[in-house]
């Protein structure tokens, strides 16, 4: 028999794959893209992914591939070849991308801590001697490792045996307790096996008519069977039940055998009724909408188009008949949204036209939900999910056939993972999965990416464009309040022009809605002391702690740092301490001064922590239970409310004046965006845009609503200093706890970097926030010209990176390299 050797991908930031020894006995079983339980380091225990099978010794004593999990590929070898373009694209180790790809309810580890599944009903029976055995410990012990478990019941290879009972639902990772796990099963009615017998069932009911004494009973039947096409299905409890039928008599029919009573977990994705669907067909696409349609389907159209369209003017709609399209070639769609613009409100609208064919995934989900998820994207076209809607990490779902990509908001920042690596964009990585899938991309946006448009006007993506509000809706007036003249004649109260507060008090006079946007970025409230102007400091980062009302306390954003709001200055002792800046929660405070019996409700991170909070503010704002709703960024998106008549954007001198070279593009789509949630089909709405600078540009280009002259202007400027579209950055940032080291490595690097790459390396420079939990930052970029290409660039920098770290005063030091900042 012959001798095979695995080399694994484990889940862990590794240079390169590990080679195993496959014992014999798996040899016909083990296949690329199956999971092995190995043991990597001197103890621990990983599930790890099958990457290649072969006879070739390594040159180390090779250790043994501990157990199977799998018995067909849970990774195909696309999905493979997938993550292994993202590694080298972005520069970071394929093990990461498979931490982030596989939910993590597929990767058991050594250090999982286990409990016992909390809808797991506890029966034993169906189970083997070694999983009862691991049950009834775990009800003794209720958070064991692996380790604890094999040392115990005295057997080494426990964890394949742990592995299949996570993923059935009798054991959970920890982890996903603290999700905030919360029960939920149903009782579930179904008809007694020898009753499916047609014979069998027609004596029950001849039997039961004959005598008084089961009338009761045999109405319950009667409705029973009426609910479940005649015991061809089953039922929950509840449901009969309030059909108000007897609960006695349903006990009795359970009590003698007729129906069986089953405690079921309540599956934790939605169920959701086909019957009541609404056919694609029903939509009729206006003529623009029309043309838009056609254009994206016809063969010879690129295979990625950007669909450029104002708010209001029913893309979605257009995505729609894409979508049903491919579906009825029997292929699947991802449909990705920034986790923001993730709404009930729009998931329902598709689940009206494609009801349970969509599936939902996003990282506000449990770890069981996200395995859920997957599993019903691999399956058979009839019994799986085939449109599915997600964050950009729905672009590791394992689709079988994907044939439509749509990414909506598609010039949306939050498309981009930063922390922690992969360090992918979502919208770019998920055009190369439809290129190596024979996939359609559409990429939607009312205020499209600079990047995007540069590649549709020269004709590498498509072009269509909606130019109308559907309906005739017109778009809303954009009116501009000089604050600087407000303040010279007194027209302004606290950091409302006397112009928006009239405004917003006639909206709400006359039943409607307002929403205030107030960005984040240097407004976040601290506190100053008066006489001698020091501003409390984080001691780990160099960043001033905010002031955080709610907790009455001070708090560093970068790392959660933390202190009571002292009383006197720590630098002069002064007392006189003062607010400074001013936050959502400074103007939800202020409005409600001003506007004592108006609703009012702040969306921004602090009050949208908890899981529902969010979704539960947006319905509250949708059937008006809010009359004026502040927030952040996230008022900006993807939000379709039809009673909003004014939206006032507070400050939006502070979203232009940052430095960066995107700050430009970044506040025209943001207050294009946020001005996009005033007025609907019959009303047009207000925007009130507050400003000292209220000539700058890109504030001119949003009241003319002109995407063409911001889109000119900014490519003008970025073609002269050479920044993206013309060029590629790579951003390179350094960290090491000691300054002193941090310095002379990167001015090291560096050099190293531009004995190879000349004039295309910039810095050493320290960024914005030069220390950030407690570690110094030094940063370099890497910028190319458009057409250099990478591949081979990107090899030499981490080789570099590499032999840097090899001196030993450098082994400490961590690179974070970030290719495509945003
Ligand atoms: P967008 O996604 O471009 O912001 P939507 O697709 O949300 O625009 O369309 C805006 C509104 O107009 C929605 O209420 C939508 O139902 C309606 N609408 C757009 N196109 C049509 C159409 N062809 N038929 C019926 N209603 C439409
Ligand atoms: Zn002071
Ligand atoms: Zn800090």
Partial sequence: MQTLFADVILPLPLPSTYTYRVPQEYNDTIAVGCRVIVQFGSKKIYSAIVRRLHETVPPYPAK?????????????????????????????????????????????????????HPEYSGALDGLSNHEQAIVMLLSEHPVMTPD?????????????????????????????LHERFKPRTATWLSLAEPYHEEQACRELFDQMEKSSRTQKQLSVLLRFMQLTHFGQESIRKKELLDGQVSTSSLATLVKNGILVEEERSDSRLEQVDDSKLTPVGSIVLNEEQQAAYDY?????????????????????????????????????????????????????????YFGSQVGVYHSRFSMSQRAEVWQHT??????????????????????NDLGLVIVDEEHDSSFKQYEPSPRYHGRD?????????????????????IESMYNARNGKYGLATL?????????????????????????????FSQFLLDHIADAIASGNQVILFQNRRGFSPRLECDDCHYIPQCQNCDVSLVYHKATHSLRCHYCGYSIPIPTECPACHSTHLSMKGFGTERVE??????FPNARIARMDLDSTTEKNRYTQMLSDFEERRIDILVGTQMVTKGLDFSHVSIVGILSADSLVSYPDFRSFERAFQQMT?????????????????????????????????????????????????????????????????????????????????????????????????????????????????AGEPLSQAKNIILQLGEKLREEKSNRTIQIIYDVDPQ
């Avoid at 389907?297 to 491919?326: C, M, N, Q, W």
């Avoid at 004039?759 to 010209?785: A, E, S, W």
């Fill in 148 to 176: 604890d478990i094999a040392q115990a019941l005295g057997i080494a290879k426990v964890m394949p045996i742990i592995s299949g009972m996570v993923e059935r639902g009798i054991v959970v990772l920890q982890e996903e």
């Fill in 296 to 352: 994206c389907r016809r063969d010879d159209t690129p295979a990625v188009t950007l669909l450029h369209g104002v708010t209001g003017s029913g893309k979605t709609e257009v995505y729609i008949r894409l979508i049903a399209d491919t579906l009825a070639a029997g292929r699947q769609v991802l449909f990705l949204l920034p986790e923001i613009a993730l709404t009930a409100q729009f998931i329902n609208r598709l689940r009206r």
């Fill in 673 to 785: 965006q946020v001005s996009g949630r005033a007025g609907r089909r019959d009303t047009r709405g207000t925007v009130i845009i507050q400003a000292f600078n209220p000539w700058h540009q890109a504030i001119r280009n949003v009241i003319d609503n002109d995407y063409e002259a911001m889109y000119s202007s900014q490519t003008a400027e970025r073609r002269v200093f050479r920044y993206p579209p013309f060029s590629r950055i790579i951003d390179i940032t350094l960290r090491h706890r000691d300054a002193e080291t941090l310095n002379e490595a990167a001015a090291l690097f560096a050099n190293s970097l531009r004995q190879v790459f000349a004039q295309r390396v910039v810095g050493p420079v320290y960024p914005n926030v030069p220390r950030v939990r407690g570690l110094y930052l030094k940063k370099i970029m890497l910028r190319f010209d």
């Fill in 589 to 594: 405070e202020d409005l409600s001064i001003l």
């Fill in 64 to 116: 043994y591939v501990l157990g199977l999990l799998d018995t067909t590929p849970l990774v195909s070898e696309q999905t493979l070849q997938f993550w292994e373009w993202l590694s080298a694209y972005y520069m970071c180790p394929v093990g990461d991308v498979m931490a982030v790809a596989l939910p993590a309810a597929f990767r058991l580890a050594s250090e999982s801590t286990l409990s016992i």
């Fill in 467 to 495: 130019r109308h509000r559907y309906g005739g809706g017109q778009l809303p007036e954009v009116l501009c309040v000089d604050m600087r003249d407000a303040t010279r004649k007194k027209e302004v109260r606290g950091h």
């Fill in 429 to 449: 990585t998920a055009i190369y999965l439809a290129h190596i899938s024979g996939a359609r991309v559409v990429l939607g946006s009312a205020t499209p990416s």
């Fill in 378 to 399: 691999a399956g058979e076209p009839d019994n799986r999910y085939n449109v599915l809607i997600g964050a950009r990490s729905a672009i590791f779902l394992p689709f």
